[in-house]
């Protein structure tokens, strides 16, 4: 068979090789009553039996995992979905038919839409649809992925994806996709390379028995000829050797080629990102983002609750700083019951700390839960968006009148430093105003209000470039206020994990960043190539 060369979208780096499975998903077949009240029934029990299916995987999971299922049921939450459906079974059409005419017309309508982010959200859809079906007949339809293998199909949801065990390679070639899909993102945290759109794939003709995916350039060869496969097969096997160096350095602190020591600090979603990592990989957490514990399932959680998990936290760290930061809802982070819905422009709204301030009482439950885990180790507090100095005031007055008030009623607490996230425009060009013991930089919102070009949509993704002079004279301009006022300036947001961006950043005195654990071994040896 001749070779054949496609060209997409990378949407997630590194390079695999391996046998070719297509993905099918397994038809339910399901005897219908003719009765219309009985088959609305039925599609009643079928959604509810999904959604607390769902409800169980979120408790199993944490991080990105548990954000997207929460996503997930949100959707299936939208009555519109159901509405449509029970319309159609009125109607006499069985209760199967009548979801995946609801839901294929949804599905549709998110793939022609203009915004990549809802294009990216079709396969949610489509696994939502098949959660539902899979309840109405009982047959699990959930597609399997064989590990080790390069799954091709139009596109995949994030439960097929979840079926796999990535640590052993494989990777993923779609005929449609995104890079902002959920898929993606996952795909991005477990390290499986990921190409998308490369346009229809023969669903019909011989499979192709061997493919090449490289996911740092978009590119996929189906039965590669000897000499394409043998110099994919050389630069695997430096990359390998590229990346077993970089483990090596893993546990090492990391110093540039002349000799800066450059302290790397983890950002994490909660404490089960922490699992099986040895503290010794970093200096210390740069982001603790607290978000997941007031997802909506969960309702908001109690001073109890999240102390245990700060608590957990800061024992892992064993004294290295930790800097957790306040909840910073809102924005790409909407909480059901909290932030605000309908905003016209969510990202310019009551978000972060604007949000924190606005409801005090569950404001001030965290930090009293911050003050009490103080006590167990080297805790920093951060504010998220953050634009005037005020609001640095106001909750600084916050946790010094809950300092006492915990005082008073004999609980042990410890004050902990309290830091600004600098990821406004304003907050940058003004950084010294700011009575902060410490600044971190959110290049991901920086950039995006510095760009005026969201972070989460595809049409805009080139503008949307931390490596802007525009945004790095603002990193530069932080730095400086920082070294004026005697302060630590770290950045945690993305770009700090580009190590494309590397000597840019450093070469403006940054000294500390923030990366997820996967980051740290490629970032680390980044740095030792800066100034060489
Ligand atoms: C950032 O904005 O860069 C950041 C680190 O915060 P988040 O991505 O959580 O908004
Ligand atoms: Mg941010």
Request: proline fraction near 3%.
């Given at each position: 068979m001749a070779e054949i060369h496609l060209i997409g979208r990378a949407a997630s780096p590194g390079l695999a090789i391996g046998p070719v499975t297509r993905l099918t998903v397994a038809v339910a077949r399901r005897t219908a009553s003719e009765d219309p009240l009985q088959e609305a029934a039925a599609l009643r029990v079928a959604i509810e039996g999904a959604r607390a299916e769902l409800a169980?995987?979120?408790?199993?999971?944490?991080?990105?995992v548990a954000d997207i299922l929460e996503f997930q049921?949100?959707?299936?939450?939208d009555d519109t979905l159901a509405d449509a459906a029970y319309g159609v079974i009125s109607e006499g059409v069985a209760a199967d038919h009548a979801w995946r005419l609801a839901l294929d017309v949804e599905i549709a309508d998110y793939r022609a839409a203009e915004d990549e982010y809802f294009r990216a959200r079709a396969a949610d859809l489509v696994d939502i649809r098949d959660r539902v079906l899979a309840h109405l007949s009982g047959v699990d339809t959930v597609a399997r992925i064989?590990?080790?293998?390069?799954?091709?199909a139009d596109d995949i949801t994030p439960s097929a994806f979840l079926t796999a065990d990535w640590s052993h390679g494989g990777a993923i070639a779609l005929a449609g996709g995104s890079p902002s899909s959920h898929v993606a993102m996952l795909a991005r945290a477990r390290g499986a390379p990921m190409v998308v759109g490369l346009g229809p794939l023969s669903e019909t003709g011989p499979l192709p028995s061997l493919a090449l995916v490289d996911g740092d350039a978009g590119v996929v060869v189906f039965d590669p000829e000897p000499e394409t496969r043998r110099l994919f097969e050389r630069r695997l096997a430096a990359a390998s050797a590229a990346e077993a160096a970089a483990d090596a350095g893993r546990l090492k602190p990391a110093f540039t080629a002349d000799g800066r020591r450059i302290a790397v600090l983890l950002n994490v979603a909660g404490p089960e990102d922490l699992a099986g990592l040895d503290p010794a990989i970093c200096d210390g957490i740069g982001l603790v983002r607290t978000e997941f514990l007031f997802e909506t399932s969960r309702g908001l959680p109690d001073e109890d609750t999240q102390y245990a998990v700060y608590r957990r936290i800061l024992d892992w760290a064993d004294g290295r700083p930790v800097t957790i930061r306040t909840l910073d809802a809102g924005g790409d982070k909407p909480i059901a019951g909290l932030t605000v819905d309908g905003e016209s422009n969510p990202f310019l709204g009551l978000r972060g700390i604007r949000l924190s301030l606005a409801r005090p009482e569950v404001?001030?439950?965290q930090l009293r839960a911050l003050l009490r885990a103080a006590v167990h180790g080297t805790l920093k507090v951060m504010l998220p968006m953050i634009a005037v100095p005020s609001e640095l005031d106001r909750a600084s007055a916050m946790l010094d009148a809950e300092f006492t008030a915990l005082r008073t009623e004999g609980v042990a607490c410890a004050r902990p430093l309290l830091g600004i996230m600098v990821?406004?425009?304003?907050?940058?060009l003004r950084a010294e105003d700011f009575r902060a013991a410490f600044y971190s930089i959110g290049s991901n919102d920086l950039t995006q209000y510095t760009m005026a070009a969201a972070r989460d949509s595809g049409a805009v993704a080139d503008l949307n470039?931390?490596?802007n002079p525009a945004v790095v004279a603002l990193i530069a301009r932080t730095v400086e206020a920082g070294r004026k006022r005697g302060v630590e300036v770290s950045l945690c947001g993305d770009a700090a994990a580009d190590t494309r961006l590397s000597t840019a950043l450093l070469a403006t005195g940054l000294t500390t960043l923030s990366v997820s654990p996967i980051a740290v071994a490629r970032l680390k040896a980044a740095i030792a190539k800066v100034g060489s």
């Open positions: 169980e995987q979120i408790k199993a999971n944490q991080g990105e049921v949100a959707m299936l939450e064989t590990s080790g293998s390069i799954v091709t404001f001030r439950v990821e406004v425009p304003a907050a940058a470039d931390a490596g």
